[in-house]
């Protein structure tokens, strides 16, 4: 018996994201009476296999080849049914980012394993094996039963905290059984920005909104986000007016995030809009409208002119940074 | 080509969402049904593409699961411009008792490209159309921001993190689409509306499949605490209690 983790690489590496699911792996392992094995596909060195172990996975299991450095969904989810087959999993876990999301419910009918996704919290019972996930974009929970013996769960990113153990892992090859004929998924180029903190992975968000009032005033807001070492978003209608690009809008329809802070400046907090951000740590609103949605969400709040205030913000912030 | 768009019946994004039942269920009277946003973007862009000579769509096609009360949703997919439906008479159970239930349709009549929402906004489950990739036995790519066909080429941008890559599947497939898959959903016209009316909607019967999980019970989000709020003139104090209170920055 084995819960398995699907731990993604990026360029040979993982991240917090990996680590928080081991991280969730291993407690679930617990709960269960048995151990984390995580999962690594596509070319990634022993040294950063081994952190895994950090996290709580027993085992790693390695699995190398040519054409596993792009995601073949098909080909993707044989692997981890394979894995899943050789190490007897009662649960399997991934991340509810885009892999996750395209790999999960093709794993889920392969193995007959019920699928809960987009899970923030470990199950709070085992019998039934009961789990809470959010539903309506965050307006309510749903209490989720699995009746099947295996599971499969996505986890939310940045809602389970790093558990750090003993690292005892050992780290195999794995060798999956491939038909060549399933890889159907060809690459023809990629555009990648590099550099940049990515909004999923950030855990301080400065977000702008209509009452910015033109993409020229958004030089602030970088700043602030640049000083804080954070990633910058949008509300819709900025990224449709394309004062900025697609990749920031937050909301039902963008980006769910939860990072510890998020900033929203001239945000009015429509329900769509808090549906990508409500999970938040803390919400600070500055709006000139004190009668703003938004404030019901925030936890600090300022009512006044984003122009005047952005300034004084940054100067602030600096000077807690020097300090 | 011929395109499927798996539509999606839910409550409207502004719906306030209360629990009856001793919280077993929410309420479903006098609230507005919607086809799911990002379903409405998927046929949005199956309408683009047949309108577009070099793509060769000869039709487009949307499919609901759902009883009678589904209509009035799938009646303005077709009044957008799809040209034909089909309901399958049957509650939603879970993601896995829905995509079985289409995979038992699509089976009898094959789609060269099937489009299906990243989510539907009830249940936020991302995963129907991954499931029916799989039951049908066919590649699927997701977070697909761009379908382009092009001499019976499809051509797909997938987002990754920090950026997209453009892939190309062969057909059939199963596209999962997001946001800017189309820009804004199409509306419906007057003639538009006019037409839907005569256009074919085939009612088939459920099919015998099970559903793997259960929903057991709802819960509200506890209220959240009263904001406190900072006076425009002291900003240095918004950084003080970010930084010693909450301890964010
Ligand atoms: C199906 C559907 C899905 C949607 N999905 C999303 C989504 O994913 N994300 C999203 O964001 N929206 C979404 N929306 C749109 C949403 O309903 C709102 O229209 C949108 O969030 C409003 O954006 P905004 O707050 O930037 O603009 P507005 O609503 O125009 O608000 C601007 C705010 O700025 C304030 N302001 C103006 N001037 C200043 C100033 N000088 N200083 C400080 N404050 C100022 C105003 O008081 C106001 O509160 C969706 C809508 C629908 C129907």
């Known amino acids: ?323 | 080509m011929n395109i499927l768009i798996c539509l999606s019946n839910v409550p409207d994004t502004t719906t306030k969402i209360k629990l009856v039942d001793d919280n077993k269920n929410y309420e479903k009277t006098g609230i507005q049904w919607i086809i799911n946003p990002w379903d409405e973007l998927a046929l949005t862009r199956a309408l683009e593409l047949k309108e577009n000579a070099d793509a060769k769509v000869e039709k487009v096609t949307v499919i609901t699961l759902g009883g009678k009360e589904a209509e009035p949703t799938i009646r303005k997919a077709l009044a957008i411009g799809a040209d034909d439906a089909i309901r399958i008479d049957a509650e939603p159970q879970d993601a896995f008792f829905v995509a079985s239930q289409l995979a038992e349709v699509i089976k009898k009549n094959m789609y060269d490209l099937i489009l299906c929402g990243i989510e539907s906004s009830d249940y936020n489950g991302s995963a129907v159309g991954g499931m029916l990739a799989e039951l049908l036995d066919i590649p699927s790519v997701s977070a697909v921001s761009m379908i382009n066909i092009n001499g019976g080429e499809i051509s797909i941008n997938r987002e990754i993190d920090g950026g997209k890559e453009m892939v190309s599947v062969p057909a059939p497939l199963v596209t999962v689409v997001q946001k800017g898959i189309a820009k804004e959903p199409r509306i419906a016209s007057m003639r538009g509306i006019m037409m839907a009316k005569t256009k074919p909607l085939n009612v088939v019967p459920a099919a015998p499949v099970e559903s793997l999980t259960e929903y057991a019970g709802f819960e509200l989000p506890k209220p959240k605490a009263a904001c406190k709020m900072v006076s425009p003139d002291n900003v240095k104090e918004l950084v003080d209690l970010l930084h010693n209170e909450a301890k964010v920055i």
């Open chain 1, 1 to 323: 018996m084995s819960v398995l983790v699907y731990t993604e690489n990026w360029e040979g590496k993982f991240k917090k994201l990996s680590f928080e699911l081991v991280s969730y792996a291993g407690k679930l392992a617990e709960m269960l009476g048995t151990s984390a094995v995580a999962v690594s596909v596509g070319n990634v060195a022993n040294d950063e296999l081994q952190k895994l172990g950090n996290y709580g996975a027993a085992k790693i299991l390695s699995v190398k080849g040519t054409g596993l450095d792009k995601l073949d969904n098909q080909v993707f989810t044989s692997v981890l049914a394979q894995a899943a087959a050789q190490e007897n999993a009662v649960a399997v876990v991934l991340s509810n980012n885009n892999t996750g999301k395209a790999l999960a419910p093709r794993l889920s009918v392969k193995l007959r394993a019920g699928l809960v996704s987009g899970v923030t919290q470990l199950p709070s019972s085992l019998n039934p094996f009961t789990i809470t996930k959010k539903v309506f974009s965050g307006k309510a929970f749903a209490n989720v039963v699995v009746k099947t013996e295996i599971k499969v769960l996505t986890l939310a990113q940045n809602s389970f905290e790093l558990v750090q153990v003993e690292n005892k892992a050992v780290i195999q090859d794995f060798n999956a059984n491939i038909d060549a004929g399933l890889f159907k998924t060809t690459v023809k180029d990629v555009e990648k920005q590099a550099g940049k903190v990515l909004l999923t992975d950030a855990e301080i968000v400065v977000s702008g909104g209509r009452g910015m009032k033109s993409p020229d005033n958004w030089g602030p807001i970088e700043e602030l986000a640049s000083l804080l070492g954070g990633a910058t978003a949008c509300s819709r209608p900025v990224s449709d007016e394309g004062w900025r690009p697609h990749s920031e809008h937050t909301g039902q329809t963008g980006k769910i995030i939860a990072p510890n802070l998020y900033i929203a400046i001239g945000i009015s907090g429509a329900i769509q809009h808090l549906a990508g951000v409500s999970s938040s740590k803390y919400i600070v609103a500055i709006n000139n409208d004190k009668e703003a949605p938004i404030f019901q969400a925030a936890d600090y709040g300022i009512v006044g002119d984003a122009q005047k205030i952005l300034p004084e913000l940054v100067k602030a912030v600096h000077e807690v940074k020097a300090s």
